[in-house]
Nanobody, 120 residues
Framework: QLQASGGDLVQPGGSLILSCSTS????????IGWFRQAPTKGREAVAY????????YYTESAKDRFTVSRDAAGTTIYLRLASLKPEDTAVYYC???????????????WGQGTLVTVSS
């Protein structure tokens, strides 16, 4: 399983960096995706990054405020959250996919997620 970390309580307008470690992950994959689930809502896609080319994709909710990246070794995937709003409050998850997709059904090895709370 992949494990997201870095969630915290942050004020509106603040920023946060989430991490997803693939160290020790033995299954092959094509992309790592970030998803989130707000209280009382379903899980939604945020962004993904491909393993080899580092190609990124963002959903409308993440575009212009969130940035997905990876370290040089490709073992840690980051999601930088900026200009945070209360509606960004959610549990954020990372997962792996064998294809380039934003469909959560194409992802596997979900971890427990990390909670981001945006509140003053």
């Amino acid at each position: 399983q992949l494990q997201a970390s870095g969630g915290d309580l942050v004020q509106p307008g603040g920023s946060l960096i989430l991490s997803c470690s693939t160290s020790g992950f033995t299954l092959d994959y094509f992309a790592i995706g970030w998803f989130r689930q707000a209280p009382t809502k379903g899980r939604e896609a945020v962004a993904y990054i491909t393993k080899s080319a580092g190609r990124t994709y963002y959903t409308e909710s993440a575009k212009d405020r969130f940035t997905v990246s990876r370290d040089a070794a490709g073992t840690t995937i980051y999601l930088r959250l900026a200009s945070l709003k209360p509606e960004d409050t959610a549990v954020y998850y990372c997962a792996a996919s064998n294809i380039m997709s934003i469909n959560e059904d194409d992802y596997h090895c979900w971890g427990q997620g990390t909670l981001v709370t945006v509140s003053s």
